[in-house]
């Protein structure tokens, strides 16, 4: 599968913004889809990640209660609704695809297969 992620930007701390991933070539509803960032001079963290169906959601505890992952099986769209930004959210943003068979680490870079090429986000303060 293909992943196109857009969306990102420049934005005030305390603002909001949302990231969209388009997926081609396979079933997209057969996938479990996460969002990853990379902040300059760090590692590649996990964010959040929703399962296949849409029924399950996962966060990391510094995004938790700020961003919202959801998807469109229809439009074979992955979205981020990333809302009260900080500066220490600023990061390429990355959507990632995993299964099946459904990876056991997907907290972690290596449980996913295919990757999009990543959108920026920076937060101002």
């Known amino acids: 599968v293909q992943l196109q992620a857009c969306g990102g930007g420049l934005v005030q701390a305390g603002g909001s913004l949302r990231l969209s991933c388009v997926a081609s070539?396979?079933?997209?509803?057969?996938?479990?889809m996460a969002w990853f960032r990379r902040a300059p001079g760090k590692e590649r963290e996990f964010v959040g990640r929703?399962?296949?169906?849409?029924?399950?959601?996962s966060y990391a505890d510094s995004v938790k209660d700020r961003f919202t992952i959801s998807r469109d099986n229809a439009k074979n769209t992955l979205y981020l609704q990333m809302s009260s930004l900080k500066p220490e959210d600023t990061a390429v943003y990355y959507c990632a695809a995993s299964g099946p068979p459904y990876s056991l680490t997907w907290r972690k870079p290596n449980g996913y297969h295919y990757w999009g090429q990543g959108t920026q986000v920076t937060v101002s303060s």
């Open positions: 070539g396979r079933t997209f509803s057969a996938y479990d």
């Open positions: 929703i399962r296949w169906s849409g029924a399950d959601t």
